[in-house]
Nanobody, 123 residues
Framework: QVQVVESGGGLVQAGGSLRLSCAAS????????MGWYRQDPGKQRELVALITSGGSTNYADSVKGRFTISRDNAKNTMYLQMNSLKAEDTAVYYC?????????????????WGKGTLVTVSL
């Protein structure tokens, strides 16, 4: 199995910064896309940013220019640097990992989610 754990959430004032981390572990064969999503209570989960194994990135319009996604392929770890935070960035942030699990001779697709980390931005 593949486990995904987020960390780095917390309470910050508007205009401040936070750095989220996501670590994937377990029977990982390869990781293709890693992504950050967020969800407010009562709302649908939305994409924040994606990064491929080759380093290509994609951001939601609402975070462009403020958030930066990065990853360390050797450590199966991903980061989200969040600057100029706004109250509307308050949400639970989830890490998603897509790739293959298992071994070369016995591998299968994996689409794993972490349990989330809460980011609260106060005015």
């Amino acid at each position: 199995q593949v486990q995904v754990v987020e960390s780095g959430g917390g309470l910050v004032q508007a205009g401040g910064s936070l750095r989220l981390s996501c670590a994937a572990s377990g029977t990982i064969y390869s990781i293709n896309t890693m992504g950050w999503y967020r969800q407010d209570p009562g709302k649908q989960r939305e994409l924040v940013a994606l990064i491929t194994s080759g380093g290509s990135t994609n951001y939601a319009d609402s975070v462009k220019g403020r958030f930066t996604i990065s990853r360390d392929n050797a450590k199966n770890t991903m980061y989200l640097q969040m600057n100029s935070l706004k109250a509307e960035d308050t949400a639970v942030y989830y890490c998603n990992v897509q790739g293959m699990k298992g071994t070369f001779f016995n591998r299968s697709p994996v689409n794993a989610w972490g349990k989330g980390t809460l980011v609260t931005v106060s005015l």
